[in-house]
């Protein structure tokens, strides 16, 4: 199994910055894609931004130019960087990992989820 371990969340003012990481940990064969995801209570969640085992990346349009993704494989953590951040921003964060661990097929694994507060 494959366990996710989040950090960076908190509290900032607009137009502030925070950067959040996923570690992931466990009998890991190989890590395809690895995102970031939102979901404000009452609504589905989102993608905020993907990163591919090649690094291509993708963003949601509202994140655009403002969210970095990236990754580390070395030590199998994705991280989001947050600039410029927006009130509308503020919700859970969760980290998502496509792995392959032990004995079992590429599978989807999430985060517990970060809250991250934006105020104005």
């Known amino acids: 199994q494959v366990q996710l371990v989040e950090s960076g969340g908190g509290w900032v003012q607009a137009g502030g910055s925070l950067r959040l990481s996923c570690a992931a940990s466990g009998r890991i064969y190989s890590i395809n894609d690895m995102g970031w995801y939102r979901q404000t209570p009452g609504k589905r969640r989102e993608l905020v931004a993907v990163?591919?085992?090649?690094?291509?990346?993708n963003y949601a349009d509202s994140v655009k130019g403002r969210f970095t993704i990236s990754r580390d494989n070395a030590k199998n953590t994705v991280y989001l960087q947050m600039n410029s951040l927006k009130p509308e921003d503020t919700t859970v964060y969760y980290c998502?990992?496509?792995?392959?661990?032990?004995?079992?097929?590429?599978?989807?694994?999430w985060g517990q989820g970060t809250q991250v507060t934006v105020s104005s």
């Open positions: 990163i591919t085992s090649r690094g291509s990346t």
């Open positions: 998502n990992v496509r792995a392959a661990s032990g004995g079992s097929w590429y599978q989807d694994y």
